[in-house]
């Protein structure tokens, strides 16, 4: 049995198709056999764009006996795969610019699934407005503290959504309406990330410049601190 970190365990989790998943972006293939052993799907498609990756993850698809239940296939994102065929689109590992654009440049595809399972290691908010704009709503969010870093994994099904404040779409309406711990934890380290680097500034003359990021740390700074007060109302409540 495949044994997963906890966040590509979290990334797993949040497939509910229980179909067909495309896992785009395959690496080693343990996610894709993790979901197999689990019963989360009864077929993986796993890709990757570098044969390197591919390999490992035949190799390790053939010792756990699971050939025929995982295909592999070399692909430039999902480009690979018909409309229709997969039931869940899987990305996780990348950041929120390249997973838009992996969504973008297979738009048939996207528009034909089920649910989309996305793990982006960066510009949360992106990926938010872009769901949105492209007709899919987020049904889950939730996220991991991993090793020292936090990761944020999303499920977006088909849908009309849109947020009223851009807070939401920058710490995601769901965490902030379930007083998530983990985005309680993130935030009051944001906390004290910025007030470090503001600490640091009032000590000395600022540049024109200076002082305007400044102005903008300020300004994130209580965004932080609205996030956080919502998420512990929510908590208490």
Known sequence: ???????????????????????????????????????LADHVIAMDIN???LERAREHVTESGLTEQIELRLSDGAKKLVPGEADT?????????????????????????????????????????????????????TMVLDQGKYYLIMRAVPGQEHYSDEMEYIYGRYLLEHGDTCLISFLEKEET????????????????Q????KQELEQEQVLVQQA???CLHRKEG
């Open 89 to 141: 689109l899987l990305i996780s590992g990348m950041g929120g610019a390249l997973i838009c654009k992996i969504l973008e440049d297979s738009s048939e595809i996207v528009e034909r699934a089920q649910e989309l399972v996305l793990s982006p290691q960066s510009e949360w908010s992106v990926v938010r407005h872009y769901l949105h704009k492209h007709g899919f709503m987020i049904a889950a969010e």
């Open 1 to 39: 049995m495949i044994r997963l970190s906890k966040r590509l365990q979290a990334v797993a989790h949040q497939v509910k198709s229980h179909g067909v998943t495309a896992d785009i972006g395959c690496d080693h293939g343990f996610t894709s056999i993790y979901l197999i052993e689990q019963g």
């Open 193 to 208: 990330r910025l007030q470090g680097i503001l600490n640091k500034m009032a000590s000395r003359e600022l540049s024109e």
């Open 228 to 230: 956080k007060e919502i």
């Open 210 to 213: 200076a002082a305007r990021q």
């Open 51 to 53: 044969e390197g990756p």
